[in-house]
């Protein structure tokens, strides 16, 4: 008798030992995303969603989850059960630009999440309505001198970086435009093309296809050198000696979720991303390829956080 409580007794544990032990992901995994479909975060991750179910064999459900300028959704990521199944597809300006500017964001950048790595590098650019009158960084700043606080300019919310890199714009040009909020990156851009905003910067590639079709006007693009695939001067060439602005596309996990998950999801997303059909196709719409680990992703993100603080509270920017 004790042989046979023995015997279960083992056959029960080692049940329960491969039930703990079951291999992740075993369900489709769900992805918040705090910006607006459409945007360029938005764009790059459904781009690379495919290849990483693939490789993980499960759905990745992508929720579209805006509000407050990306706090709502980076909210519900944070408080989200740490094991796998909730993950964050997100840029740069929720992690090191917002909480910066807003001590109620309700979360910490550097406590509440577990970097799982880097996708891309967005690159920007300033683009107008074809209506508004100035064509070049010069122009736009002789316009907004002429005309101090009149000239309207679009962005995602108080604190985005639209919001963020039109700040810094500002203030090394010596103007000011009125702000006007959007509910994300998208509505902002729309609000462009239709002409009931004047200009805003925006991530490319989202206002690529609008700029082909001549329904905006690209004034300058925001990289330290010229982007390839467009022939346009950069705003440090063009009057701002200097001024570069970029963001970027994560994935991060909650807090606290196991570093073997964490290293799954990595290698997928890392996977995805050396894939030469994938690269093209990022690469041809303006992303630059990052797919880094996820110990160079925590190191860059507590030094971009920190120096991020020190741009902010040098410009003086501040929520409104």
């Given at each position: 008798?004790?042989?046979?409580?023995?015997?279960?007794?083992?056959?029960?544990?080692?049940?329960a030992g491969?039930?703990?032990?079951?291999?992740?992901?075993?369900?489709?995994?769900?992805?918040?995303?705090?910006?607006?479909?459409g945007?360029?975060?938005d764009?790059?991750?459904?781009?690379v969603?495919?290849?990483v179910?693939?490789?993980?064999?499960?759905?990745?459900?992508?929720?579209?989850?805006?509000?407050?300028?990306?706090?709502?959704?980076?909210?519900?990521?944070?408080r989200?059960?740490?094991?796998?199944?909730?993950?964050?597809?997100?840029?740069?300006?929720?992690?090191t630009?917002?909480?910066?500017?807003?001590?109620?964001?309700?979360?910490?950048?550097?406590?509440?999440?577990?970097?799982?790595?880097?996708?891309?590098?967005?690159?920007?650019a300033?683009?107008?309505?074809?209506?508004?009158?100035?064509?070049?960084?010069?122009?736009?700043?002789?316009?907004?001198r002429?005309?101090?606080?009149?000239?309207?300019?679009?962005?995602?919310?108080?604190?985005?970086?639209?919001?963020?890199?039109?700040?810094?714009?500002?203030?090394?040009?010596?103007?000011?435009?009125?702000?006007?909020?959007?509910?994300?990156?998208?509505?902002?851009?729309?609000?462009?093309?239709?002409?009931?905003?004047?200009?805003?910067?925006?991530?490319l590639?989202?206002?690529?296809g609008?700029?082909?079709?001549?329904?905006?006007?690209?004034?300058?693009?925001?990289g330290?050198?010229?982007?390839?695939?467009?022939?346009?001067p950069?705003?440090?060439e063009?009057?701002?000696?200097?001024?570069?602005?970029?963001?970027?596309?994560?994935?991060?996990?909650?807090?606290g979720?196991?570093?073997?998950?964490?290293?799954?999801?990595?290698?997928?997303?890392?996977?995805a991303?050396?894939?030469?059909?994938?690269?093209?196709?990022?690469?041809?719409?303006?992303?630059?390829?990052?797919?880094?680990?996820?110990d160079?992703?925590?190191?860059?993100?507590?030094?971009?956080?920190?120096s991020?603080?020190?741009?902010?509270?040098?410009?003086?920017?501040?929520?409104?």
């Amino acid at each position: 008798m004790r042989r046979l409580v023995l015997i279960c007794t083992l056959f029960l544990g080692a049940a329960a030992g491969a039930m703990a032990q079951a291999p992740y992901p075993d369900r489709p995994i769900r992805v918040v995303m705090p910006l607006a479909a459409g945007s360029a975060v938005d764009v790059v991750f459904r781009i690379v969603a495919e290849p990483v179910e693939r490789t993980l064999g499960q759905r990745l459900v992508i929720e579209n989850m805006t509000g407050a300028s990306g706090i709502v959704g980076m909210r519900a990521g944070a408080r989200a059960a740490p094991d796998g199944y909730t993950l964050l597809a997100t840029n740069d300006a929720v992690l090191t630009m917002l909480p910066n500017l807003n001590t109620q964001a309700g979360y910490d950048p550097l406590r509440d999440f577990a970097p799982v790595g880097q996708i891309v590098q967005i690159r920007w650019a300033l683009v107008a309505h074809p209506g508004f009158a100035a064509t070049s960084v010069a122009e736009v700043i002789a316009a907004a001198r002429a005309r101090p606080g009149a000239i309207d300019y679009a962005s995602g919310g108080a604190g985005s970086p639209q919001h963020v890199a039109m700040e810094m714009f500002m203030q090394r040009a010596g103007v000011r435009m009125n702000h006007i909020s959007y509910r994300g990156a998208t509505p902002a851009l729309t609000g462009v093309v239709a002409g009931d905003v004047a200009l805003g910067f925006f991530g490319l590639p989202t206002p690529n296809g609008f700029i082909r079709d001549g329904q905006l006007r690209l004034i300058a693009t925001a990289g330290r050198t010229r982007e390839a695939f467009v022939d346009t001067p950069t705003i440090a060439e063009a009057g701002l000696p200097g001024f570069a602005f970029y963001t970027w596309a994560a994935l991060l996990a909650p807090a606290g979720t196991p570093a073997p998950i964490v290293a799954r999801l990595n290698g997928a997303l890392r996977e995805a991303l050396a894939l030469p059909v994938i690269r093209e196709r990022l690469e041809g719409l303006g992303y630059g390829i990052v797919g880094n680990t996820p110990d160079a992703f925590t190191q860059i993100l507590a030094t971009e956080h920190a120096s991020m603080a020190a741009l902010i509270r040098d410009a003086g920017i501040r929520m409104e």
